[in-house]
């Protein structure tokens, strides 16, 4: 009975250390979008495009695994019924100066009210 247990435990041991891994998307280079902040540099339009073409790997994705992946949010959107936004800008725009004018292109990428991705999207503003 105890060799069962053990087994047991070995098995779960496993499946929960599989399932803590890093998000990664394949050519998607995440330090050069963290170091863009707000898109100042103009370094994230390659990364979007893979990030676009590959959005699907991201839809049902926790929050958190999103934040490891893409570095805290140029901005974050409270919406109704739990739901919460993610907005990161794309292009640079008044969001880089203190002048008014017009800010960047956005990606934004809303959470269900569990937490989960459930829309990627770009916004022209």
């Keep these: 009975?105890?060799?069962?247990?053990?087994?047991?435990?070995?098995a779960c041991l496993i499946l929960f250390s599989s399932c803590?891994?890093?998000l990664e998307i394949e050519?998607?280079?995440?330090?050069?979008?963290k170091k863009d902040k707000k898109a100042c540099l103009d370094n994230r339009k390659?990364?979007?495009?893979?990030?676009?073409?590959?959005?699907?790997?991201?839809?049902?994705?926790s929050d958190s695994?999103?934040?490891k992946l893409l570095g805290k949010p140029d901005e974050i959107n409270q919406g109704s019924?739990?739901?919460?936004?993610?907005?990161?800008?794309?292009?640079?725009?008044?969001q880089c100066t203190s002048s008014p004018g017009k800010t960047g292109k956005k990606m934004v990428i809303e959470f269900d009210?569990?937490?989960?991705a459930r829309m990627i999207r770009e916004e022209i503003i």
């Design 1 to 10: 009975m105890s060799k069962i247990i053990f087994n047991l435990g070995i």
């Design 81 to 94: 019924r739990g739901k919460k936004y993610f907005i990161y800008y794309i292009e640079p725009g008044a």
């Design 27 to 33: 050519g998607f280079n995440s330090e050069i979008w």
């Design 65 to 67: 695994d999103i934040l």
């Design 46 to 61: 390659n990364e979007l495009k893979v990030l676009l073409e590959k959005k699907e790997i991201l839809k049902g994705e």
């Design 20 to 22: 803590s891994s890093d």
């Design 113 to 116: 009210a569990l937490g989960r």
